[in-house]
């Protein structure tokens, strides 16, 4: 798959509710998506619904930013889980 041609919706882990935080967060395409922290992403979609996010959607923006900015990504990496072990290894 050429780079022109890469969506958001074919990315691993990302199914359509991380679509609709996307569409919320103002995010439309790979290019937009590469360029954004996951942690910051989290936050401001925390703020948007005005309640606390499961901690699991910060794996997934990790996992989706992950493979916009590197479409060669090792499989693992691609998932959220592998997002959520690091994280949990961090604490």
């Given at each position: 798959?050429?780079?022109?041609?890469?969506?958001?919706?074919?990315?691993?882990?990302?199914?359509?509710?991380?679509?609709?935080?996307?569409?919320?967060?103002?995010?439309?395409?790979?290019?937009?998506?590469?360029?954004?922290?996951?942690?910051?992403?989290?936050?401001?979609?925390?703020?948007?619904?005005?309640q606390?996010?499961?901690?699991?959607?910060?794996?997934?923006?990790?996992?989706?930013?992950?493979?916009?900015?590197?479409?060669?990504?090792?499989?693992?990496?691609?998932?959220?889980?592998?997002?959520s072990?690091?994280?949990?290894?961090?604490?």
């Open positions: 798959m050429e780079a022109g041609e890469r969506l958001l919706k074919n990315l691993a882990s990302v199914g359509p509710a991380a679509l609709r935080d996307f569409e919320l967060l103002g995010i439309r395409n790979i290019e937009q998506l590469a360029d954004q922290s996951a942690i910051q992403m989290y936050e401001r979609l925390c703020s948007i619904r005005e606390r996010i499961d901690i699991c959607c910060l794996d997934v923006f990790n996992a989706a930013i992950a493979q916009a900015r590197d479409p060669n990504l090792p499989s693992e990496q691609r998932q959220w889980w592998y997002w072990r690091k994280r949990k290894a961090r604490q």
